[in-house]
């Protein structure tokens, strides 16, 4: 089982979001710091309807929050124009959704081509391995699990190689010894990439493999300890 430790100092900051705020037909939560790190994992724990993926669709770039910054990398992510969003979405950031959102009618191999050929990267074969589906390459993605399934987005996201990796229930569809295998394979990439990753669970048994731990509660983060 991969753990990984934040000591070193060099590490320098990839996600810097300050006094985030957002409301739909009611504030989900206000003044929220965050910051992420290289080889940093965190984890966001809360009830349904808490804000958990909102909060996570602002830092990767998907929705711009009502008032607060977000900056990767140094960079104001929402003072910049669609395309330049565009351009880190597919070269730095990497979603995993609840939903698979595959190409249906496709192969699983036919989905991670896409995915290598958008990003100009090459298919890593030792991601396939470890996620356990060399078997499904060849199979329509229809035909698959939902295990399968999300375990085949999740090495569409790992083969573009991104700096950070938002996770939206990644292990939601799988039983406990596939999901701390998926686990092992997320932490041992941000550590050998010096990426991040901010993961939205339910599961406090997954939340406790990360570095950090917030529950998001009466709309604000509150740090925990498991």
């Known amino acids: 089982m991969i753990e990984t430790v934040i000591s070193d100092t060099s590490l320098r900051t990839l996600l810097n979001a300050s006094e985030i705020s957002h409301?739909?037909?009611?504030?989900?939560?206000?003044?929220?710091?965050?910051?992420i790190k290289e080889r940093e994992s965190i984890a966001i724990l809360g009830v349904s309807g808490s804000g958990k993926s909102t909060l996570l669709h602002?830092?990767?770039?998907?929705?711009?929050p009502n008032h607060g910054k977000v900056l990767y990398r140094g960079l104001d992510m929402y003072a910049q124009s669609n395309r330049k969003l565009l351009e880190i979405r597919r070269k730095e950031i990497g979603i995993i959704f609840q939903s698979h959102y595959l190409f249906k009618g496709f192969s699983a191999e036919e989905n991670l081509r896409i995915a290598s050929l958008i990003a100009n990267k090459?298919?890593?074969?030792?991601?396939?391995?470890?996620?356990?589906i060399s078997d499904t390459m060849q199979k329509n993605v229809s035909l698959l699990s939902g295990g399968q399934q999300?375990?085949?987005?999740?090495?569409?996201?790992?083969?573009?190689?991104?700096?950070?990796?938002?996770?939206?229930?990644?292990?939601?569809?799988?039983?406990?010894?596939?999901?701390?295998?998926?686990?092992?394979?997320?932490?041992?990439?941000?550590?050998?990439?010096?990426?991040g990753l901010?993961?939205?669970?339910?599961?406090?048994k997954i939340a406790a493999r990360c570095n950090t731990i917030y529950r998001l509660k009466e709309k604000r983060l509150v740090p925990v300890i498991l």
């Open 23 to 35: 409301a739909f037909d009611y504030t989900l939560f206000e003044n929220i710091h965050l910051s």
């Open 122 to 132: 090459k298919i890593d074969p030792a991601i396939i391995e470890k996620l356990k």
């Open 198 to 204: 901010f993961i939205v669970t339910h599961d406090e």
């Open 58 to 64: 602002i830092l990767s770039t998907l929705l711009q």
């Open 150 to 195: 999300q375990r085949v987005s999740i090495a569409r996201v790992l083969i573009k190689q991104p700096r950070l990796i938002f996770a939206d229930e990644p292990t939601g569809n799988l039983d406990k010894e596939t999901a701390n295998d998926v686990m092992d394979v997320m932490l041992q990439y941000v550590h050998e990439k010096r990426g």
